[in-house]
């Protein structure tokens, strides 16, 4: 074999080489885009499904607080109307009061 020969033998071995890990990185590459598509899609529905749980575990005591304050609000209001009645006779006695 010439020197030439064993130049280019040389050459083709290096080229293939290269060649088949480029390939063999390429399909690295796609596998793990695959591989990181499916871990963002579970870290995703894991996310959710805590925010979800969140949102749940505060709406119970916010929905409490809500009841409670409503609670206060009839009892307020139903003060407030007898208020307005003692408020409006005893405006009632005061006019009697002043035409006598």
Same mark, same amino acid.
């Given at each position: 074999?010439?020197?030439? @020969?064993?130049?280019?033998?040389?050459? #083709?071995?290096?080229? $293939? #080489? #290269?060649?088949?890990?480029?390939?063999?990185?390429v399909?690295?590459?796609r596998?793990d885009?695959?591989?990181?598509?499916?871990?963002?899609?579970?870290?995703d529905?894991?996310?959710?499904?805590?925010?979800?749980?969140?949102a749940?575990?505060? $709406?119970?005591?916010?929905? @409490?607080e809500?009841?409670?304050?409503?609670?206060?609000?009839?009892?307020?209001?139903?003060? $407030?109307g007898?208020t307005?009645?003692?408020?409006?006779?005893?405006?009632?006695?005061?006019?009697?009061?002043?035409?006598?």
């Amino acid at each position: 074999m010439t020197t030439e @020969a064993i130049a280019l033998l040389l050459a #083709g071995i290096t080229t $293939l #080489g #290269g060649l088949v890990s480029t390939l063999i990185m390429v399909y690295r590459a796609r596998a793990d885009k695959r591989r990181l598509t499916t871990e963002t899609s579970k870290i995703d529905a894991e996310a959710a499904a805590v925010i979800s749980s969140s949102a749940v575990a505060l $709406l119970l005591p916010l929905k @409490a607080e809500v009841a409670e304050l409503r609670t206060q609000l009839a009892a307020c209001t139903a003060e $407030l109307g007898k208020t307005k009645t003692l408020l409006e006779a005893a405006n009632a006695r005061i006019r009697v009061l002043e035409l006598t």
